[in-house]
C-alpha cells in the first residue's frame, strides 16, 4: 500500500519559528510523517524575494533546518532538504511561467497586499512569479496534499490549475494536489495583541513566542502579556481574549483540557495562571531550542542530513522534469 504523498515548505527568514508556526503548522507536519511519504522543504529560493543580508540568509536557512528536526521533523521519517540543492524546481518553475497567464498570476492577492506596501517600483519579478515556484514545488513531488494554511489556499487552486491544464495540453503528467488546510483547532494569538494571529511581522516581538528565545525570556513575556478585564480563568474569546489565548496555548503544549483547567485554576487569579503557562511553555521548548543550538554547532553533520535528504528528493524531482520536458517536445539529450 502506497502511502499518500505531502509536500510543503516554510521559508528561512527568520531567526526564530515562533510558537504559532510549532502549533499552527510544524506540528502537523511531524504528525503527517507518520502516515505519509513526506517531503519537507526549506523553501530559500522564495526568501529571496525580498532583498537579504548573504550571511544572514545562510545563518536562517540552517537555524531553519535544525528548528524542524529539533522539533520533531525525522529525516529518517520524511524527506527533509533545501530547495536550492534541487535545480529542478527552477526548472519547472520556468514551465509553470509560461503556462500561468499574466492576469491569472496578477489576481493573487499575496502578491497584490505585499506588493502594494511596497510599492511596483520596490517589488521584485520574483514576488510576482513566486506563486509559479511554489507550484513547481508542489508539482515536482507529485504531492496528493499540501499541508498549509488558509492564506495558501490560493496559491494551491493555482498550481491545481496548472497542473490540470498541463495535463490537457501535453498529456497525464502531473498529480492534482489538494490543499490540506490545518486545523485552526490551535489558532495562537499575539500575546500583546490576543485578538491577532501571532506572526513574525508583528509591531513588537513582545507578543511574540520564539522558539530560539532564552527561557526567561519567553516566560517574562507571558507574565507581562495583555491582561483581560475581571479576574476568573475562562475561555471567551470575546470577553477574554487574552485569557483564551494562553489557554489555548497550555491545552496545546500540557495536553489538558480546556474545563480541565479552568477547574485547576478556579479562585486563583491570572497571576498564577499566567505563572502555569509560562512554565509549561518554557519546558516545552527548553529542550528543543538546546537540540538545534546542538545541531547548529555540528554544522557538518547537518549540512550531511540535508544532503542526504536532496539526494532522496532528487531522483523524484529529476524523473517528474524529465517527463515533462519530453512531453513538452523538448528534445532529448
Ligand atoms: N508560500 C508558502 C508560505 O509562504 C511557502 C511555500 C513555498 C510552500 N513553497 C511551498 C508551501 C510549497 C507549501 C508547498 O507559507
Request: charge should be neutral.
Amino acid at each position: 500500500m502506497t502511502r499518500p504523498r505531502v509536500l510543503s515548505g516554510i521559508q528561512p527568514t527568520h531567526d526564530s519559528f515562533h510558537l504559532g508556526n510549532y502549533l499552527g503548522a510544524i506540528k502537523q507536519w511531524v504528525e503527517l510523517q507518520a502516515d505519509h511519504d513526506a517531503f519537507y522543504c526549506v523553501v530559500d529560493l522564495h526568501a529571496l524575494t525580498i532583498e537579504t543580508d548573504p550571511a544572514l540568509l545562510r545563518k536562517r536557512t540552517l537555524v531553519s533546518a535544525a528548528q524542524l528536526i529539533a522539533l520533531g521533523v525525522d529525516p529518517n521519517k520524511c524527506t527533509l532538504f533545501l530547495q536550492s540543492h534541487i535545480s529542478q524546481h527552477n526548472q519547472l518553475g520556468w514551465i509553470m511561467e509560461c503556462l500561468a497567464g499574466f492576469g491569472e498570476a496578477s489576481r493573487m492577492t499575496q502578491f497584490k497586499d505585499k506588493s502594494q506596501k511596497s510599492g511596483t517600483d520596490r517589488t521584485a519579478v520574483g514576488l510576482f512569479t513566486y506563486p509559479m515556484l511554489q507550484a513547481a514545488d508542489i508539482l515536482l513531488y507529485q504531492a496528493d496534499r499540501v499541508p498549509v494554511g488558509e492564506d495558501q489556499r490560493q496559491h494551491i487552486e493555482l498550481t491545481r490549475d496548472l497542473a490540470g491544464r498541463f495535463n490537457s495540453r501535453y498529456g497525464q503528467t502531473f498529480q492534482l494536489p489538494q490543499a490540506y488546510i490545518l486545523k485552526s483547532g490551535a489558532k495562537i494569538n499575539d500575546l500583546q495583541d490576543p485578538t491577532s494571529k501571532m506572526s513574525k511581522s508583528a509591531a513588537t516581538m513582545q507578543g511574540v513566542i520564539e522558539i530560539m528565545d532564552t527561557p526567561e525570556s519567553n516566560a517574562k513575556k507571558i507574565k507581562s502579556s495583555m491582561t483581560d478585564t475581571g479576574r476568573e480563568v475562562r475561555f471567551d474569546t470575546e470577553e477574554k481574549p487574552g485569557i483564551s489565548n494562553l489557554l489555548t496555548i497550555h491545552c496545546a503544549l500540557s495536553g489538558k483540557t480546556i474545563p480541565e483547567l479552568e477547574a485547576e485554576f478556579e479562585g486563583k487569579g491570572y497571576g498564577d495562571f499566567k505563572a502555569s503557562v509560562a512554565e509549561i511553555v518554557v519546558e516545552y521548548l527548553r529542550p528543543i531550542r538546546l537540540r538545534t543550538l546542538e545541531l547548529l554547532e555540528d554544522e557538518k553533520y547537518l549540512l550531511k542530513i540535508l544532503r542526504e535528504g536532496a539526494d532522496k528528493a532528487r531522483i523524484v524531482a529529476e524523473k517528474t522534469l524529465s517527463d515533462t520536458y519530453k512531453n513538452l517536445g523538448l528534445v532529448e539529450r
